[in-house]
C-alpha cells in the first residue's frame, strides 16, 4: 500500500463546477504539499499545510492530521486550471524529504 | 524573477552513454534535491542537499547513479552508464532551510527530458 494515495485518478468537470481532490496518508508527518503540474510538465507549489486550512484565491486545501487526510477544493472551476494535482507530504523527523502520491489528472471543459 | 534552471531541457543518447544533468538552485537556497518522474512510478526522490552535503541518496541505483555539488551554486546529477530504464523527466528543486526541522517549500525546476535508446 502507497504511503501517500489520492482521489480520483482522473477527474472531468465542467467549467464553474466546484471540485475536490483527496489526499490520504498512512505515516506521521510535519507538513503536507499540494503541487500543481500543468501540461507542459512545470511543477508548482500551491500550498504547505501542517494543521487547519489555507485559501489562496479559488484554490482551498484542508488537512485532519488525526485523520490522516487532505483535501484540495477548487472552486468556480476553468478550463485553465486542467493539471495533475499532487500531494506529497513530509515523513515526520526528516527534513525535508518528500513522498508524493500518483497525482490527480483534472480536465475542465467549457 | 528568480528561479531554478535545469539543462539541459531535452537529452537523447544511446544506452551505455555517460549522461550529466545539471541545476543551479535560486541564489540564498540551501537545500537541492533530484526527482525522477515516470509515467509508471510517479515523482521518486533520488537525492537531496542541504550546505552542499548529501543528506539522502537513499532512492538513487548506487550503481550508476551519482549527485553531487560542487559548489552553493550548482548541482549535478550523473548517470554511467545510462539504460534504456533511466528514461525519464529529472527535476531539480531547492528551498531555503532556515531551520534544521522547518517545514519549508520547494521550488523546482522546469525539468530535464531523458530518453535513453
Known amino acids: 500500500k502507497n504511503e501517500v494515495e489520492q482521489s480520483p485518478q482522473n477527474l472531468t468537470a465542467q467549467e464553474g463546477e466546484f471540485i475536490t481532490i483527496n489526499c490520504s496518508y498512512s505515516v506521521g508527518i510535519s507538513a503536507l504539499h499540494w503541487l500543481q503540474q500543468h501540461p507542459g510538465g512545470g511543477i508548482v507549489s500551491l500550498f504547505m499545510?501542517?494543521?487547519g486550512k489555507k485559501k489562496h484565491g479559488r484554490l482551498i486545501a484542508t488537512i485532519n492530521i488525526q485523520e490522516k487526510h487532505s483535501s484540495l477544493h477548487i472552486t468556480a472551476s476553468h478550463p485553465r486550471d486542467s493539471a495533475v494535482y499532487i500531494c506529497?507530504?513530509?515523513?515526520?523527523?526528516?527534513?525535508?524529504?518528500?513522498?508524493f502520491g500518483t497525482g490527480t489528472r483534472l480536465q475542465v471543459t467549457l | 524573477d528568480a528561479r531554478v534552471t535545469q539543462t539541459p531541457r531535452h537529452k537523447v543518447t544511446e544506452m551505455g552513454q555517460e549522461v550529466t544533468m545539471r541545476c543551479q538552485p535560486i541564489l540564498g537556497h540551501n537545500t537541492v534535491f533530484w526527482y525522477r518522474q515516470t509515467m509508471m512510478q510517479g515523482l521518486e526522490l533520488l537525492a537531496y542537499?542541504?550546505?552542499?552535503?548529501?543528506?539522502?541518496d537513499s532512492g538513487m541505483p548506487k550503481d550508476r547513479f551519482s549527485a553531487e555539488m560542487p559548489d552553493a551554486t550548482l548541482a549535478t546529477l550523473k548517470i554511467q552508464p545510462s539504460e534504456p530504464r533511466d528514461s525519464a523527466v529529472y527535476f531539480c528543486?531547492?528551498?531555503?532551510?532556515?531551520?534544521?526541522?522547518?517545514?519549508?517549500?520547494?521550488?523546482f525546476g522546469p525539468g530535464t527530458r531523458l530518453t535513453v535508446l
Open positions: 499545510l501542517s494543521s
Open positions: 528543486a531547492s528551498g531555503p532551510d532556515r531551520l534544521r526541522w522547518a517545514v519549508n517549500e520547494q521550488f
Open positions: 506529497a507530504v513530509r515523513h515526520t523527523g526528516t527534513a525535508s524529504k518528500l513522498t
Open positions: 542537499f542541504r550546505n552542499r552535503a548529501p543528506l539522502d
